[in-house]
């Protein structure tokens, strides 16, 4: 019987050992050397714990001390006793989508975790700048093509923090509310993120794991889905 003529490769072999500067092999690495973080979705009602359980980051040792709250209207009385946890009340878009990014990018810090808490009012700081910028109708509401803007401002936010994540090796934590809306057909009551419908389906494709906090008779129960 003849000998197969089949050869076997590694990631290696495709890489480059004299990469030409400029040349598309120079950003050709293992994947094993990819820095180890994520980007996480938190949500659940109103008082289910979300801001508490960002907290307790800092009880593992080697996180401690390692954690900034963006807090957007999130539950900050919730981290009033934690000396180890980092806060900045936020209240632009600015300050959310540059300022804030620009800062973990540039600047000597001590920080691994970043959280904007709560992703649900950073898109209503959005929209109300979009509004203002003359985006409304004659009532003052919104209008379609603002939201519209405002959807695309907000994702563009979240893809800007998962390269922050991938590029610097910080973690980053989205937090929203939920809403409860009935189901037509069924009668259900359905619980989802309090967020667009536009912009959910977006964000959770972009993050790497979403994950819904429930609080029943005083249990919490974490339900994770990864992406």
Same mark, same amino acid.
């Given at each position: ?14 890489? %480059? ?5 400029? %040349? ?56 009033? +006793?934690? +000396? ?17 990014? +620009? ?5 000597? =810090? ?24 003359? %985006? ?31 590029? =610097? ?7 929203? =509310? ?50």
């Amino acid at each position: 019987a003849g000998t197969s003529s089949m050869r076997t490769y590694s990631c290696t072999t495709f890489m %480059s050992k004299e990469p030409v500067v400029g %040349s598309f092999a120079d950003g050709i690495v293992s994947a094993t050397s990819l820095v180890d973080v994520g980007t996480y979705f938190f949500t659940g009602a109103p008082g289910a714990g979300k801001t508490t359980l960002i907290g307790t980051i800092c009880d593992i040792p080697e996180y401690k001390g390692s954690l900034l709250v963006l807090s957007a209207g999130g539950g900050l009385n919730a981290l009033r +006793d934690r +000396d180890d946890v980092a806060v900045r009340n936020v209240d632009s878009w600015k300050t959310i989508s540059k300022d804030a990014p +620009d800062y973990l990018r540039k600047t000597k =810090h001590p920080f691994k975790w970043v959280s904007i808490d709560l992703a649900t009012e950073a898109y209503n700081i959005c929209l109300a700048e979009v509004v203002a910028e003359g %985006s409304a109708t004659k009532a003052g509401r919104p209008t379609l093509e603002a939201r519209g803007i405002a959807n695309d401002r907000f994702v563009q936010m979240v893809r800007d923090y998962r390269v922050l994540a991938e590029q =610097h090796g910080i973690n980053v934590i989205f937090t929203s =509310h939920t809403q409860e809306t009935k189901d037509d057909d069924s009668g259900m009551i359905l619980v989802r993120p309090n967020l667009t419908p536009g912009t959910l389906s977006t964000v959770l494709g972009i993050v790497d794991v979403a994950t819904y906090l429930e609080i029943k008779k005083g249990k919490r129960t974490l339900y994770l889905v990864g992406n």
